[in-house]
C-alpha cells in the first residue's frame, strides 16, 4: 500500500492506493500533517512507501522522519518518466507538471494529450502522441485572481469564488465575478481552440481544485479528474519501481 502525497502551493492532499485502486484521501495543513500521517499509518498498517510531490514550501525533514516505518520518496527530476522531455530548463519544470504529463501518457497513451490544473496557477501541460513532453502555459488561478484584484488595488473588496449571474456585471461584486470567472472560462477555452488549430486530435484532461466548478462551464468537452495528480503519483511511482 502507497501513500501518496501531493504538496501544491495552496493545499496539500493524500491519498491511499493499493495497487491502482484509491482506498483513501485527505487533505493537510502545513500545521497538522505530521499528526494526520501518524493517523494514516495507524488506520492503514499495509503502508509500505509514502511517496511525495512537493512544488509548496513544506520543508522535507518532517517526512524523513517516518523513514523509520516507512520508505520516504520525493519525487524529482532524476527520477524516470515515460516520456522525452522538450522543456528548454527541465531542471526548473514544476514536478507537479511532470508527473501529470506521466499520469497523462499512462491513462491515455499514444495520443496528443493536453492537461490542465487548475490549483492555485492554472497549468497547461502538452504531451505528443509520441511521447514527447512539449510545454505549455502557467497562468494565474480562481483564487489568485480574486486575491490579486483586491491586493494591487485601492477600491476592490477581496470576494471569494462565486458563479457570476451575467456575462455583464451591474455591481463591483458582480463584475469581478464575470472578470474572474468568465474570464478564466474564455482563456481555457480559447487556449484548447488555439492547441486545436495546431493538432487536429487531442484528448483534453481537467484536474487541481477548481475542476468540478470550471468543468461544467467550458464548451470544450474534457476530461475531468480532480484526483488526476495523486492518481498519476501512485503510476509515476510504480512505473519508477519498475525502471530503478
Ligand atoms: N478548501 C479549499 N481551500 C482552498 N482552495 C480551495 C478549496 N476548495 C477548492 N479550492 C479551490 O482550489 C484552488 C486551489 O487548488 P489546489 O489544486 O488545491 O491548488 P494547489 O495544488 O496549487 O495547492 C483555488 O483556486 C480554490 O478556488
Ligand atoms: C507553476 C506552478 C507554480 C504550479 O503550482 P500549483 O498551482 O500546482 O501550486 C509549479 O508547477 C511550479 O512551481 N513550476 C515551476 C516552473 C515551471 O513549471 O516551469
Ligand atoms: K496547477
Do not use: W
Not at 103 to 115: K, M
Amino acid at each position: 500500500m502507497i501513500l501518496t502525497v501531493d504538496i501544491g502551493n495552496t493545499r496539500i492532499k493524500g491519498a491511499v492506493f493499493e495497487g491502482n485502486t484509491q482506498i483513501d484521501a485527505f487533505f493537510f495543513t502545513k500545521i497538522d500533517f505530521r499528526k494526520k500521517i501518524e493517523n494514516i499509518l495507524k488506520t492503514h498498517q499495509k503502508i509500505t512507501d509514502l511517496v511525495v510531490a512537493s512544488v509548496g514550501d513544506v520543508k522535507k525533514e518532517p517526512f524523513l522522519t517516518f523513514k523509520k516505518e516507512l520508505n520516504v520518496h520525493f519525487i524529482s527530476h532524476e527520477d524516470p518518466f515515460p516520456f522525452s522531455n522538450d522543456y528548454e530548463t527541465p531542471l526548473t519544470l514544476g514536478i507537479d507538471r511532470m508527473v501529470l504529463a506521466a499520469g497523462a501518457t499512462f491513462q491515455f497513451p499514444d495520443q496528443n494529450r493536453l492537461v490542465i490544473d487548475a490549483g492555485t496557477c492554472v497549468t497547461f501541460d502538452f504531451i505528443d502522441d509520441i511521447n514527447r513532453y512539449h510545454g505549455g502555459a502557467i497562468a494565474p488561478g480562481l483564487r489568485l485572481r480574486y486575491e490579486s484584484l483586491h491586493n494591487f488595488t485601492a477600491k476592490l473588496p477581496l470576494l471569494t469564488l462565486e458563479s457570476p449571474k451575467d456575462l455583464i456585471g451591474n455591481s463591483t461584486s458582480e463584475s469581478i465575478h464575470s472578470g474572474v470567472v468568465n474570464g478564466l472560462v474564455y482563456e481555457i477555452d480559447g487556449f484548447i481552440d488555439e492547441y486545436r488549430a495546431r493538432y487536429s486530435n487531442f484528448i483534453i484532461i481537467l484536474t487541481g481544485g477548481d475542476t468540478d466548478f470550471l468543468a461544467k462551464r467550458l464548451k470544450n468537452t474534457i476530461f475531468a479528474n480532480s484526483n488526476f495528480l495523486l492518481e498519476s503519483l501512485n503510476q509515476t511511482f510504480q512505473y519508477k519501481i519498475k525502471n530503478d
